[in-house]
């Protein structure tokens, strides 16, 4: 029950559902900052190899004569300024970074795209078919979510090894169960509505009913877990770098780098951990600035 | 109207269980006095429905009128009984066939707008079951989905929109195109107008109506509300806590209601008499249906309840020419 | 009988994302000690806000923003929420249409009902559990000692609308907005409900406003009706009157479109088109593009005049009194 006027059609009708959220996104000014920043983020960290200043994992660019150079020193070698200053080896800091970015944001991109398929599936089967099915898979979900996500990745990759692979199917594994419960959640929400009903009164497939009908519903409760996941993906890749057994060190990302840097931290040379931890924080903010928003305008309760 | 009925539901029962869970079979075993709740929804109801009729289908909640019209539409499976359309058991079909029964039965829900689904633009709505199961070659479903929305009075254009742009009425409109779009032969009616306001209300019935001439169509129209159902049906079940109580021509039942339940029902309809109205209202509250009274279900708010009532149940039986009706007082005047 | 409310020309609008909707707009009525008005509409015509209005209970983005609402003298709208409080639920109450907007779900009945005794008078927990009994009974809720240990989940639909009318008659209210309090329930509840609140009003004497889409509920109820369209009354008078000549087309609509099983089987008489957006509003007469009587001198909004003894219309072509409806 409500005050409100029930809300006729409109009169200028915004198309779909879709381009209502994305208007009502695009008023907070915080959250479209978070947007634009995470977007130079990953355009930097995707055109990397074009806009570095050099490779940094091409040994021959490299100056040992370089090495740890503070932020805004010239190059020995070359002219080259090293804006971010350079790490032991003399590599470039901001093309280190630029490196980092892109290999985390890649395994972590990478690993949300498989959890959130397979947590669909599984999610949007339980809660379709019911029953013994739903009750044996919410209990596999409980079970994994009952351990902290660092210990099964730990657990994982210490019988596995590293490696770039290994490390996006120990976030899948960590991940997928977020993702099953959270489909899950919602699709038995949207499971009671009459609009399912219907569709089983038309006699259409049960695979096109879960997801043509009942997954497109579930979706926004999705999105907003998937930019919380994201972040948590990106930290615990770093974390699993930092402890050494997340991506192999020809890979280095935002992990590694900080980890590289943090013998030195305590020596004065804290640049080399300093800045990819920046560049970590700029990233998780502002995927964690743009997931509140959308909780915002996701939620149905939230709306008028 | 032909004698030959479109679908037959015989004896058929829904019982809901719910099943202890861990810490209660736990109690259980250690003596406590815990059962598993077993609620009858639907308690050995016979009905044959008739090709080109409207059955009425009135009760009020916990009555298993809902129960019944989602197990004749198929969406959910008898616990015992059986359902028959054109004398096929619906339960034991296979494949192709089975999948053609369940289009020729169909449903239209109470609520215009859970019913349609928010993502989906009404082309696709109406046009998606058509479209897989090959009733319209794909390059047709278009022209097909314009004829369906002009069918039930919407205009072609707006094939392209989304639920949210339509209002109450227009969105129920929606729901029949939907159903009718794949050529059945029977619709259940599941207070298909009980959220609509009056206005619409009326504006909906009366596109019921044309479309039973049209397509020939046979209706289970179920509602709680006596007055709509008595304007458009050719006969009415009147159903109470899971049981058939009567059944009988829609204006003779109105006129005669035997059932004492019935009677009530009648006294209830909407009129608009003018000066105050007295209410003659039957006394109690609906019984729980986990907890049905023994005996007459309708015994502890029938004004004329006697022993005999109180236990034994009162069989379904002809009371007068195509009139049957469930109750111990029609023994004593006979 | 002596005037209780006076509403002159209520204005309340929603400040929404999408423009301003008048909810209500220009509405004026009184109300006499004892008196049972119905208020009819269908949905968006601000018969709900209306009330809400009156109790000050209308949410943001909503507000009251022109026109008294005289209670007893005093002005609510310019007394707002500190005069409001005083009165809500000690001399205006109001009943719902989910009973569980009164109750809370995790406390009893009896704590509910004696907090609410004692919220306005100052008596003990010994005397406002009595008074909670005596409501309860006058409701029709028998053994009610045992009731009030009970929660609300506990009851059915109608026994939770028994308690909620029962908690707004523990002050003996001068005044009682009922929203749609049967719609939800089942017939023969609903007919136990009325008749009793019929009762209770005409034995204590307190006014009721009965907000409802049906017109055959507040036809057997209510001393006057006052039907609303679009944020307007447009039409008023003694309930058996309106009924039986309803002077504006869309009142005849509604009456007629209401199957009555006098004509079984035959088309119903319908109103074509639906409400229009309140935020898109036709200019002129609201009704016309609906309206079989429309012509040129709709596209001027008509005023609420009067049209008979205790009647107004707002229409430049109502029905004449010879018109009267087939009553078969």
Redo the contacts between chains.
């Keep these: 029950m409500t005050t409100h006027p029930a809300a006729p059609p409109r009169a200028a009708p915004v198309d779909s559902p879709t381009r209502r959220i994305i208007a009502q996104f695009m008023e907070d000014r915080v959250a479209v900052l978070g947007l634009i920043l995470f977007i130079c983020i990953a355009i930097l960290a995707l055109m990397a190899p074009w806009i570095a200043p050099q490779n940094p994992y091409d040994l021959s660019q490299l100056n040992i004569m370089d090495g740890a150079l503070p932020p805004g020193e010239v190059s020995f070698g070359t002219d080259m300024t090293y804006m971010l200053g350079t790490d032991q080896q003399g590599r470039d800091m901001l093309s280190a970074i630029l490196y980092g970015l892109r290999i985390s944001l890649m395994v972590a991109g990478v690993s949300l795209l498989l959890a959130i398929t397979v947590g669909t599936i599984v999610g949007v089967t339980a809660a379709y078919f019911g029953g013994r099915l739903d009750s044996f898979i919410m209990r596999v979900v409980d079970l994994q979510l009952s351990f902290p996500a660092i210990l099964i990745a730990l657990i994982l990759l210490a019988l596995l090894g590293r490696g770039v692979d290994k490390v996006i199917l120990a976030l899948v594994i960590v991940q997928w169960a977020y993702y099953a419960r959270t489909v899950r959640s919602s699709a038995i929400v949207e499971r009671r509505k009459d609009y399912v009903d219907a569709a089983r009164c038309l006699a259409l497939p049960h695979r096109r009913i879960m997801f043509r009908h009942l997954l497109p519903n579930c979706v926004p409760p999705l999105i907003v877990v998937a930019t919380v996941q994201i972040a948590q993906a990106i930290a615990l890749e770093a974390t699993l770098s930092f402890l050494g057994v997340g991506v192999p060190i020809t890979e280095p990302s935002l992990g590694l780098l900080i980890a590289n840097g943090y013998d030195y931290l305590l020596s004065g040379r804290y640049w080399i951990s300093l800045f990819p931890g920046i560049a970590l924080v700029l990233t998780i903010i502002a995927i964690n600035v743009v997931g509140d928003r959308l909780r915002d305008v996701l939620n149905p309760r939230l709306q008028k | 109207m032909s004698q030959e009925p479109i679908l037959t539901i015989e004896n058929v029962s829904k019982r809901f269980t719910k099943d202890l869970d861990l810490a209660e079979r736990a109690a259980r075993k250690l003596g406590a006095r815990i059962a598993p709740m077993t609620v009858h929804a639907v308690d050995d109801v016979s009905l044959s429905i008739r090709r080109g009729e409207v059955l009425g289908l009135v009760g009020?909640?916990g009555c298993g009128k809902s129960t019944l019209g989602?197990m004749v539409?198929?969406?959910s499976a008898p616990s015992s009984g059986r359902i028959l359309h054109e004398g096929r058991d619906t339960a034991k079909l296979k494949g192709a066939e089975a999948?053609d029964v369940?289009?020729k039965?169909?449903?239209v829900?109470?609520?215009p707008m859970?019913?349609?689904?928010?993502?989906?633009r009404v082309r696709d709505i109406i046009g998606?079951?058509p479209q897989?199961?090959g009733l319209v070659p794909r390059a047709e479903v278009d022209a097909y989905v314009e004829r369906m929305l002009a069918q039930v009075g919407l205009d072609p254009a707006t094939a392209r929109?989304?639920p949210?742009?339509?209002?109450?009425?227009?969105r129920a409109r929606v729901?029949i195109a939907?159903?009718l779009a794949?050529r059945p032969d029977f619709i259940v009616c599941d207070e298909s107008v009980a959220a609509l306001?009056?206005?619409?209300?009326?504006?909906v019935?009366?596109l019921f109506?044309e479309l039973r001439e049209e397509f020939g169509l046979t209706y289970l129209f179920v509602s709680?509300?006596?007055?709509?159902v008595?304007?458009?049906s050719d006969r009415i079940a009147v159903m109470y806590l899971g049981r058939l109580v009567e059944l009988g021509a829609?204006?003779d039942l109105?006129a005669r209601p035997n059932h004492p339940y019935t009677r009530?029902?009648v006294?209830?309809?909407?009129?608009?008499?003018?000066?105050?109205?007295?209410?003659?209202?039957?006394?109690g509250?609906?019984p729980?249906p986990m907890n049905p009274p023994r005996g007459c279900h309708f015994h502890p708010r029938c004004p004329h309840a006697h022993d005999r009532c109180r236990i034994e149940v009162p069989r379904l039986r002809d009371v007068a020419a195509g009139r049957l009706s469930a109750c111990h007082l029609n023994d004593r005047a006979a | 009988m002596s005037q209780l409310l006076d509403v002159r020309d209520l204005q309340t609008q929603f400040f929404t994302r999408d423009g301003v909707a008048t909810a209500v707009d220009g509405v004026s009525f009184t109300l006499n000690r004892g008196e049972i008005l119905g208020l009819v509409g269908e949905s968006g015509s601000g018969k709900s806000v209306t009330g809400f209005s009156i109790l000050g209970l209308v949410d943001p983005p909503g507000r009251v923003t022109g026109g008294q609402i005289l209670f007893d003298g005093d002005d609510l709208v310019r007394g707002g929420e500190p005069l409001l409080r005083g009165l809500r639920g000690k001399r205006i109450a109001m009943i719902f249409q989910d009973p569980m907007m009164t109750l809370n779900p995790v406390l009893r009945i009896d704590t509910q009902m004696i907090e609410t005794v004692q919220a306005h008078a100052p008596v003990s927990r010994a005397e406002a559990r009595a008074r909670a009994e005596e409501a309860l009974v006058r409701v029709g809720i028998s053994s009610p000692a045992e009731r009030l240990k009970s929660y609300p989940h506990q009851f059915s639909g109608g026994m939770r609308q028994r308690v909620a009318i029962a908690i707004a008659l523990l002050h003996k209210p001068d005044l009682i907005i009922a929203d749609e309090p049967t719609t939800a329930l089942d017939v023969t509840i609903q007919a136990q409900i009325l008749s009793e609140v019929q009762a209770l009003c005409s034995q204590s004497g307190t006014a009721l406003i009965w907000i409802t889409h049906d017109l055959a509920v507040v036809s057997g109820l209510a001393d006057r009706l006052a039907v609303m369209y679009a944020g307007r009354i447009i039409e008023e008078g003694p309930t058996a009157e309106v009924i039986a000549r309803p002077r504006h087309p869309y009142t005849r609509g509604l009456i007629d479109s209401v199957p009555q099983g006098k004509r079984h089987g035959a088309r119903l008489a319908q109103i074509p088109g639906m409400t229009p957006s309140l935020l898109n509003l036709p200019e002129g007469c609201k009704f016309a593009p609906r309206c079989p009587r429309a012509d040129a001198a709709c596209a001027v909004e008509p005023r609420l005049d009067p049209s008979g003894p205790g009647r107004a219309v707002r229409c430049h072509h109502p029905h004449g009194d010879s018109e009267t409806r087939v009553l078969s």
Excluded: C, W
């Design positions: 009020e909640s989602r539409a198929g969406l999948r369940a289009l039965v169909q449903m829900f109470q609520d859970s019913s349609l689904n928010p993502r989906m998606e079951a897989v199961h929109r989304y949210h742009q339509f209002s109450g009425g227009q729901g939907r159903a794949v306001d009056v206005s619409i209300q009326a504006q019935l009366n109506a709680h509300d006596l007055g709509v008595e304007h458009i829609a204006e109105i009530a029902l006294a209830e309809i909407p009129s608009f008499e003018t000066g105050k109205k007295t209410y003659h209202a039957i006394k509250e609906i729980s």
